[in-house]
């Protein structure tokens, strides 16, 4: 198994500013998965991100707004930047464990832009 | 990845079994079938995953049906602790390589 550790686990932010999530597992793993949760909605993937090489960007993600940093295999931010109210979500990081076939997810950062 | 298709909501009343089905008549032949459901406030959990048989662990069954087009999650004695929205996902990896393909998911709510 996996444990993932968010923060900040919610905050309430000024429309045009920044946001770093920072997410931290408990063992090394080679692929981190961000995603969001809009209020209501389902998840959606965001972006990939490889220990050692950009992060890959989902279709309609783009990395000026959601940048992404993964400097060792245990640790990765996702950065929401010049926020808009639209980008009230919940942002949540993914890994898979020693099974291939199951994922592991954070408590997610609940973002309010206000 | 397959397109599912799960009702939007169900009730199931404490003690009983909870039965939820999952359309996927699109699943091709290496597509697993995965199950996960997300409580109020939390991230997602892995419940299970199968790709021909029924499979059974701690937490639940998954009966899948012979020509794959459809299976069902089984919660065999429920509590209002399974109040969740639950997900039915059929892709090829289990996010390993990919991520998840989450669709709307069926909200459960476990009635006292």
């Known amino acids: 198994s996996a444990v993932i550790s968010q923060k900040p686990s919610r905050d309430i932010c000024q429309r045009g500013t920044s946001l770093t999530i920072q997410c931290q597992v408990d063992s090394q793993v080679t692929m981190m998965f961000w995603y969001r949760q809009q209020p209501g909605q389902s998840l959606t993937l965001i972006a990939t991100a490889n220990q050692g090489s950009e992060a890959t960007y989902e279709s309609g993600f783009v990395i000026d707004k959601f940048p992404i940093s993964r400097p060792n295999l245990t640790f990765s931010t996702l950065t929401v930047s010049n926020m808009s109210p639209e980008d009230s979500s919940i942002y949540l990081c993914?890994?898979?464990?020693?099974?291939?076939?199951?994922?592991?997810f954070g408590q997610g950062t609940r973002l309010t832009v206000v | 990845d397959a397109k599912t298709t799960q009702p939007t909501s169900m009730d199931c009343a404490e003690g009983r079994a909870a039965n939820l089905p999952c359309n996927h008549s699109?699943?091709?032949?290496?597509?697993?079938v995965y199950w996960y459901r997300q409580i109020h406030s939390q991230g997602p959990q892995y419940i299970i995953h199968g790709l021909k048989n029924n499979e059974t662990n701690e937490m639940a069954s998954l009966i899948i049906t012979e020509d794959r087009k459809s299976s069902t999650l089984i919660l065999p004695h429920a509590t209002l602790r399974d109040t969740a929205v639950y997900y039915c996902i059929g892709q090829d990896s289990g996010g390993g390589a990919d991520g998840l393909t989450f669709g709307k998911g069926t909200h459960l709510i476990i009635q006292p």
């Open positions: 993914s890994v898979v464990g020693g099974s291939p076939f199951e994922a592991f």
């Open positions: 699109t699943i091709s032949g290496n597509e697993y």
